[in-house]
């Protein structure tokens, strides 16, 4: 199951936060408490560098509590302000407030030595999509506050909000995608309804719930899907005798031989159980996996199975550090990048007029080439796992070139169809 995509509203959100942040002396990032390592952005470190910074774990009243107060101190302990709210309480905004001032100390102090009293903090939220961000401006802002408006000349179309104890809050907050080439990460996010689940497998996503369940809250799913329904039924017995004997044929559809069972994989088993014990069956009668995992994924997002966190505080350094590589080799990338945009500009200046009449005989040899192989190996190629661009410029070559057509022709169909 590999996802990862970048599409163009990712980068424009990006694009967005990066200016953003330059008015701004702090940043609350949010992070959703059942994952909260998960969903952080590792670019965040980047672009808040010499800026305050909070973290809000939100959901905290869908987390497993335990999970929560160890994540926030690990937050702590690394240095970093944390404190879990539900964001849709108010009280949330009081509580923030405090760590706010705290974030902005620095600031104030700054100001102070430069002989400026009494200019708010800025302050703006960030996180991922749907992890409150919205939420926490509407409860943290309250009826107290006051939008001030555009600032002519300084903030020119920006919103702030106005709060008391001198913060202004960025009313637009900075949208981060999560990054989640890594599989388990994009399993976490999906299960918190943080990235779009049709991207991944559902039965895959779903047993990987249960085996992580089993292993981290043993018993809440037998609770919830199997005794809760047996519970039902033993009140239910003698009034409706007749649906309890359907559901005891349900049931007993899943594993009438426990050797069948034996030879499953033991969290897609369970799911089975699940699907015959909400009665989610096929026309045959026979366990429907995919509806029980689209419902068992639901309730994990909405919190019906009960609090529990899908991150682990015994991984928090492993996947920190997993953070810290991806940053460093992003940051060397773009300074490889940045060289070898130099170089290149360097040795434009250089090589002036020589440089223009090179290009063009290179152009010359170029088509020369590329006819000459198009009947050749790169139509070849074009078949099998080319780019849309590769195959267009072989075709319109090709065509050209009588000796290349037949195959090129081939070979559209081939890319074609691989696309399709
Ligand atoms: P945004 O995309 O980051 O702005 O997220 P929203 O503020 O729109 O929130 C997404 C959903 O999560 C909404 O349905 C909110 O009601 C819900 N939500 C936000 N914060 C919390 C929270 O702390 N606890 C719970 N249970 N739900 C929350």
């Known amino acids: 199951m590999d996802v990862q995509w970048y599409p163009g509203h990712m980068t424009k959100a990006r694009r967005m936060m990066e200016e953003n942040i330059r008015l701004v002396d702090l940043v609350i990032e949010l992070v959703d408490a059942r994952i909260p390592l998960s969903s952080r952005n590792p ?71 430069r002989g400026i009293v009494g200019r708010p903090l800025r302050a703006m939220v960030a996180g991922i999509p749907n992890v409150g961000k919205s939420t926490f401006i509407n409860s943290f802002a309250g009826r107290a506050s006051t939008k001030t408006g555009n600032k002519p000349g300084v903030t020119r179309g920006k919103q702030w909000i106005r709060l008391g104890g001198d913060v202004e809050l960025l009313d637009t907050p ?38 992580y369940l089993e292993q981290e809250y043993p018993g809440v799913l037998q609770q919830k899907y199997l ?3 047996a519970a039902q039924e033993e009140l239910q017995e003698g009034e409706a005798a007749d649906s309890s004997d359907q559901e005891e044929d349900a049931e007993g559809t899943v594993f009438s031989d426990p050797e069948e069972e034996a030879m499953l994989p033991p969290g897609y088993a369970l799911l089975l159980k699940i699907a015959a014990a909400r009665r989610l069956l096929m026309k045959g009668g026979e366990p429907d996996a995919d509806r029980a995992a689209s419902m068992l994924i639901d309730d994990c997002k909405n919190g019906r199975i009960g609090r529990i966190s899908l991150d682990r505080p ?23 990048e940045a060289g070898k945009k ?11 007029e020589a440089y223009s009449d090179h290009s063009r005989k290179n152009t010359g040899n170029t088509a020369g080439k590329t006819g000459g ?36 022709t081939k070979g559209r169909n081939d890319a074609g169809s691989r696309r399709r």
């Open 43 to 113: 670019d965040i470190d980047a672009l808040c560098t010499g800026k305050g910074r909070v973290v809000l774990l939100c959901k905290a009243d869908l987390a497993d509590p335990a999970k929560t107060e160890e994540f926030t101190e690990y937050f702590r302990g690394r240095g970093i302000l944390a404190v879990a709210v539900d964001a849709r309480e108010r009280k949330a905004g009081e509580v923030v407030r405090r760590y706010i001032q705290e974030a902005g100390r620095e600031k104030i102090a700054r100001d102070r030595a």
């Open 174 to 211: 900075g949208i981060l995608w999560p990054k989640f080439d890594n599989q388990v990460i994009g399993m976490r996010l999906a299960l918190v309804g943080a990235i779009r689940d049709e991207v991944l497998d559902k039965q895959e996503l779903a047993v990987w719930l249960i085996d």
């Open 227 to 229: 005794q809760e329904k």
């Open 314 to 336: 015994q991984d928090a350094l492993k996947m920190e550090e997993e953070r810290q590589a991806y940053t460093s080799a992003r940051e060397s990338e773009t300074e490889k």
């Open 342 to 352: 130099k170089a290149a500009a360097d040795r434009r200046k250089k090589s002036g």
């Open 373 to 408: 192989r198009t009947g050749g190996k790169t139509i070849g190629r074009t078949g099998g796992k080319t780019t849309g661009r590769n195959s267009g410029n072989a075709f319109g070559k090709s065509s050209g070139k009588s000796a290349g057509r037949g195959r090129g």
